[in-house]
């Protein structure tokens, strides 16, 4: 799934129609997504933003939203800050995975984050992907040549 949710968001019965379809399914997490570590805690952060008026969380999205896009709509990070792994390694853990369940290629399934895990994947390593499917994802961050965003989205925003 994305980059906020494990893969118990994909509904059973997803999982099942596609089994019954004859596919062998595995599904996985993409690295650190929560399963690894516990808290037993609320974050203090999380407490303080539930107390907050709404026009001041508004204005804090308006503001971060202000910061990362620009006037397109596009991503605009010039420099971002440097990662302990990055969509390349993760694309590699689902090569690793096949490698270990000793599986030649497979049909490859990802939305949100996991899309662009998934579409690295494809790009990495193409004789291990028999088909892509990207769902509600976006090619990655730094994508000048594509449009943007439809001006009806960025409204919205």
Not at 79 to 108: C, I, S, T
Not at 111 to 131: D, F, H, K
Request: charged share 20%; proline share 5%; no cysteine.
């Amino acid at each position: 799934m994305g980059l906020n949710s494990n893969s118990k968001v994909w509904p059973e019965s997803v999982i099942q129609g596609i089994v019954d379809e004859g596919f062998y399914v595995i599904v996985y997490d993409n690295r650190d997504i929560g399963k690894s570590t516990w808290m037993t805690e609320e974050p203090l952060l999380v407490s303080f933003v539930k107390v907050l008026p709404t026009f001041l969380i508004e204005a804090f999205v308006d503001g971060i939203f202000s910061f990362i896009f620009d006037e397109d709509g596009r991503f605009n990070m010039a420099n971002p800050a440097p990662v302990e792994y990055n969509l390349n390694d993760m694309a590699l853990d689902g090569r690793a995975l096949l490698d270990y369940l000793d599986l030649e290629a497979a049909h490859v399934v990802g939305a949100s984050m996991g899309g662009m895990i998934a579409q690295v994947m494809t790009l990495n390593y193409p004789e291990r992907v028999l088909t892509l499917t990207a769902i509600m994802s976006t090619p990655g961050f730094d994508t000048h040549d594509l449009s943007g965003p439809h001006q009806k989205f960025k409204d919205a925003m």
